[in-house]
């Protein structure tokens, strides 16, 4: 089995300043961690070097059947759990990229959310609830998180790539 989501999942906690989700279920966290990082994975999936495919994880489970087995008896049940992994190891940069991805596209969420405020209520309204200047701060954190992002996945990109094989593709041009 490859990298857990979770280990993903703890990378990008770690980066938030907002600790609201926190206030969230497990499973309420754990799925818009989940949302996040798929896309995330479709950000970079073109850039890595690895397939970023993932599976949902089986694990066996202990379980007690009164109807199928002898009385305090325990069954082996395997169920999908609420947890994914990928196929292969990533390696720590990979880790980071896809921790700071789940961290933009939070942060995307966030000024998404301040910017429907403002178009449903009255400017009069919205400035009285929440400063300009937060909305402001805010797409200027998500415009440096990009920025950022961005940056560690072309940093990737040339660190990784066969040059080789970009010759031949331009040469088909």
């Excluded at 206030?23 to 896309?39: A, G, N, P, T, Y």
């Excluded at 390696?91 to 700071?100: H, R, W």
């Excluded at 992002?149 to 790539?161: D, K, M, P, Q």
């Amino acid at each position: 089995m490859g990298t857990k989501f979770d280990k993903i999942y703890e990378r990008a906690i770690f980066k938030f300043s907002d600790f609201a989700h926190l206030s969230f279920s497990e499973k309420m966290r754990r799925e818009i961690l989940f949302q996040h990082l798929i896309s995330a994975i479709v950000d970079f999936q073109n850039s890595s070097r690895l397939p970023l495919t993932y599976r949902q994880i089986i694990e066996p489970q202990v379980a007690f059947d009164g109807d199928n087995v002898e009385d305090g008896e325990e069954i082996e049940v395997t169920e999908p759990i609420d947890k994914y992994a990928f196929d292969v190891e990533l390696d720590e940069e990979e880790i980071q990229i896809l921790a700071t991805g789940i961290v933009f596209h939070w942060l995307s969420s966030q000024v998404m959310k301040s910017e429907h405020m403002k178009n449903i209520l009255h400017n009069k309204d919205f400035n009285s609830y929440s400063p300009a200047n937060l909305l402001r701060e805010l797409r200027e954190f998500r415009t440096t998180v990009r920025r950022d992002y961005r940056g560690l996945i072309t940093s990737y990109s040339f660190r990784h790539s066969n040059l080789d094989r970009l010759c031949i593709r331009r040469r088909n041009f």
